[in-house]
């Protein structure tokens, strides 16, 4: 199931995730300093993965992953 979503990705959109998948913690400050970008280039990369539900960003500051495992997925999966 989640090869499809991942072959639907854009190359930014893969970049972002394991970004996130790769720091500790979610902390967007430290996800944008993993991907050398600042908030306004990150903020709609963030907006999309919110949107189709494969990342939470309830918490202010911080994103965690939505679906269960999607997070390893991705470590084992970018390239």
């Known amino acids: 199931m989640y090869d499809k ?14 970004a996130i998948a790769s720091t500790t913690g979610g902390k967007i400050f430290d996800i944008r300093k993993y991907l050398d970008m600042e908030t306004n280039e990150f903020n709609p990369y963030r907006k999309r993965l919110i949107n189709k539900g494969l990342i939470q960003g309830d918490r202010r500051g911080y994103v965690f992953f939505q679906l269960p495992y999607f997070e390893d997925y991705v470590l084992d999966t970018y390239v």
């Open 5 to 18: 979503i991942w072959a639907e990705l854009s190359q930014k959109d893969r970049g972002g995730l394991y």
